[in-house]
């Protein structure tokens, strides 16, 4: 074959244009026979002496003639030599780079089985998992039906004998029907005498005990309010300790739908207040004196007739609480047992089941030791608490009064949609705040509750409740004070989360190298409201406030049952600086207090705070 070389001119930088021709390519076995000619002439028409430059390069198709150019056969052959041994490293190097691609390949297959066997074993292993785990909810749900069969046995049982036990319960109860009711006392208790209060023990509120000789004095004067408000005033012949039914005044059940008609009600106050005597019937039927007994209710009126408060005032019509209102919150068997009517006849009345009352050590019947129970007073008492804060409340929402108090008993905050407990059986606030909310101009109710005891029970109703913003200050102390609940951490949950707010004071001091639960007093409670109550109050603005007023954080309670020495121009401060707020439309309801002068002056000067007079 002919070789011909076209343009071997190059350039090198610094040497210029390097020159490179053949003379002759007639080569011997290389070229070809006729090799030598054709190059002669290929030369010899197209050579030309080129001179180049730095910067200049040959024509294309020119050659380059130099003497001492061309190439010899022993060149040709090295460079042949040269071709063939580079080819051959070439072709080892392709060798290696084949083998090394091989190996490649082999590795991931491997790899790709080995890891498709552990995904197989994976699988299988979670076959027989499954399986297993199959079979063992097979087998507990087999055992969960068995043991679900023997209790519906037990079950059954049981009621079976329950009803043979009510059944009788009833003829009991109508023999024993046929002979007069008796008269149920109500203590008359001056409020200007102190009051020994019964210690509790764990986290009950108290237990029930007999009036110490030091409550009445021999000779000593009691202010009495009849419905109307006006005094009625004996004398003491200072035995009570031994005969406590001698010195309180007995009320025949049948006079009880004749309360709710007497005294003088209406007038042009704009701050109202609601009050029965249906209320101070509830009594235990022991005749003993209990931390909560009737004559708080009595001392209220007392005091703020003798102030001439309730002249102020409008006083509104009580009523008690509907049976739909009540199964509002309260669960409806919860409403029928607690809720029973006054009439002897037992056709249209839910017998509770057994057990569900104890008796107390005082002799009379409750459903805890701290909250006795009288079939004849109780529920008629209870709905009248209910209903009056239904009321009242109801009154300032339609614009009718501006704020109000409700001087009722027994209170309600610890009671649950389905336990009565910590004296309260129906929760008076938490129905009064879900009426109101089931009127159209009210979107918003806010609970502050400053019992020194947290109201469980109110928390509970409306934990999950966005239109209801409860704040309670309460004493904590770590869970260990009645009812153990109420922990900064308690928020509320789902749509209510946020709207549950609890200042728990908790904390202990060393008093004569004993360590007792340090006392908190006004500083704190008017710390909690201006950097805490009021703040929230102005932010969720509410509608109406509702308050659940316990004053036993005042001086005077026992540690067991209050312990801090709030004093009662601080409630009425507190009442006013909630009054800056929805238009000043406030609502207090009683809760707890025991000391029965705190609690006189802690109601008075509320009052007067509604009034605009604090």
């Known amino acids: 074959m002919p070789v011909m070389f076209a343009n071997p001119a190059f350039l090198t930088a610094g040497l210029g244009g390097v020159p490179f021709s053949l003379n002759s390519l007639a080569m011997t076995g290389v ?47 090295k460079l042949v030599q040269d071709y063939q041994l580079h080819m051959k490293q070439l072709q080892s190097c392709q060798q290696h780079i084949d083998k090394d691609y091989l190996e490649l390949q082999q590795q991931l297959l491997q790899r790709q089985l080995a890891e498709k066997r552990n995904f197989e074993d994976q699988m299988r292993q979670l076959g027989v998992y499954y399986t297993n785990t199959v079979m063992a909810l097979k087998y507990q749900q087999q055992m969960l039906a068995n043991v679900h069969q023997d209790q519906l046995k037990q079950v059954q049982k049981q009621q079976e004998e329950l009803v043979k036990q009510q059944f009788v319960i009833q003829k009991k109860t109508q023999e024993i029907q046929k002979f007069p009711a008796p008269k149920i006392p109500v203590h008359r208790v001056n409020p200007d005498v102190p009051r020994v209060n019964p210690h509790p023990t764990g986290l009950t509120k108290a237990h029930c005990s007999q009036m110490d000789s030091t409550t009445l004095n021999p000779g000593s004067r009691i202010s009495e309010p009849d419905d109307r408000g006006n005094s009625l005033t004996r004398q003491s012949s200072g035995h009570s300790h031994h005969n406590p039914i001698s010195h309180s005044l007995s009320f025949d059940s049948s006079a009880s739908s004749m309360s709710i008609d007497q005294g003088n009600y209406g007038g042009n106050g704009s701050t109202g207040i609601i009050y029965d005597t249906t209320m101070q019937r509830h009594n235990c039927t022991c005749g003993k004196s209990h931390t909560e007994h009737p004559g708080r209710l009595q001392s209220i009126w007392s005091r703020l007739y003798e102030t001439k408060v309730v002249e102020k005032c409008q006083r509104l019509r009580a009523r008690r609480a509907q049976p739909q209102e009540l199964t509002t919150l309260h669960q409806q068997f919860h409403t029928q047992v607690y809720g029973k009517t006054n009439s002897r006849s037992r056709s249209d009345r839910k017998d509770p089941p057994l057990g569900m009352f104890k008796k107390l050590p005082c002799g009379g019947i409750g459903v805890d030791n701290d909250t006795y129970w009288n079939e004849l007073t109780t529920p008629q008492a209870a709905k009248m608490a209910a209903g009056c804060v239904i009321q009242l409340a109801e009154e300032v929402a339609a614009g009718n009064i501006k704020n109000g108090f409700a001087v009722v008993r027994p209170p309600g905050h610890h009671a649950r949609s389905n336990q009565a407990m910590g004296f309260c059986f129906f929760n008076n606030v938490a129905l009064a705040a879900k009426a109101l909310l089931s009127k159209p101009s009210i979107n918003k109710v806010m609970i502050v509750d400053w019992d020194i005891h947290h109201g469980n029970g109110t928390q509970e109703m409306f934990y999950e409740n966005p239109n209801v913003l409860v704040v309670s200050i309460h004493r904590y102390d770590d869970g260990k004070f009645f009812p153990g609940t109420g922990r900064p951490e308690e928020i509320g949950s789902g749509p209510g989360c946020g709207h549950n707010v609890n200042i728990a004071f908790s904390g202990q001091k060393m008093q004569n190298g004993t360590t007792i639960p340090s006392s908190c007093g006004d500083p704190e409670y008017l710390a909690a409201f201006r950097c805490v109550v009021i703040p929230m109050a102005l932010d969720y603005q509410p509608d109406v406030i509702l308050v659940s007023a316990g004053f036993n ?36 309801a009683l809760e707890g207090g025991y000391e029965l002068r705190s609690l006189c002056a802690s109601a008075e000067s509320c009052m007067l705070a509604l009034l605009g007079e604090e």
């Open 31 to 77: 070229l070809g026979a006729n090799a030598g000619s054709t190059a002669n002439n290929l030369l010899s028409t197209t050579s030309q002496p080129v001179t180049s430059s730095i910067g200049e390069k040959s024509q294309l198709g020119q050659s380059l003639s130099l003497p001492g150019m061309i190439p010899n056969s022993q060149q040709y052959d």
């Open 553 to 588: 954080a005042t001086e005077g309670h026992q540690s067991t049952l209050g312990g801090y020495s709030v004093t009662p121009a601080c409630y009425g401060h507190l009442t006013k600086q909630l009054m800056s707020v929805c238009s000043g439309r406030v609502v207090l």
